[in-house]
Nanobody, 120 residues
């Protein structure tokens, strides 16, 4: 089953921008938290940005002021706007929903990941 589908990754030069999208295959009925994580080879997956059910967003220190998490309820989609990208932002980015997807139940859902490469 494919629960979350990311898109928008690619190759970008340092200082450039990308917008990642995460579309849920079913309606997100409720959630405890949703957000974006990233992982590079040999390292653990790390938090990039999260949104709590109370509406609080939390960002990793390394991306504060450059990345913005947003959500379109009508489209059942979450976004990550990434500006002023740096080579160290290179990673596979994963979206996550800890909540209830209609028809699928309550779980901690992950997308398949999208590669972001920042290089000149």
């Amino acid at each position: 089953q494919v629960y979350l589908v990311e898109s928008g990754g690619g190759l970008v030069q340092p200082g450039g921008s990308l917008r990642l999208s995460c579309a849920a295959s079913r309606r997100i009925v409720s959630f405890n938290a949703m957000g974006w994580y990233r992982q590079t080879p040999g390292k653990e997956r790390e938090l990039v940005a999260t949104l709590s059910s109370g509406g609080t967003t939390n960002y990793a220190d390394s991306v504060k002021g450059r990345f913005t998490l947003s959500r379109d309820n009508a489209e059942n989609t979450m976004y990550l706007q990434m500006n002023s990208l740096k080579p160290e932002d290179t990673a596979v980015y994963y979206c996550n929903v800890d909540g209830l997807l209609r028809g699928y139940g309550v779980s901690n859902y992950w997308g398949q990941g999208t590669q972001v490469t920042v290089s000149s």
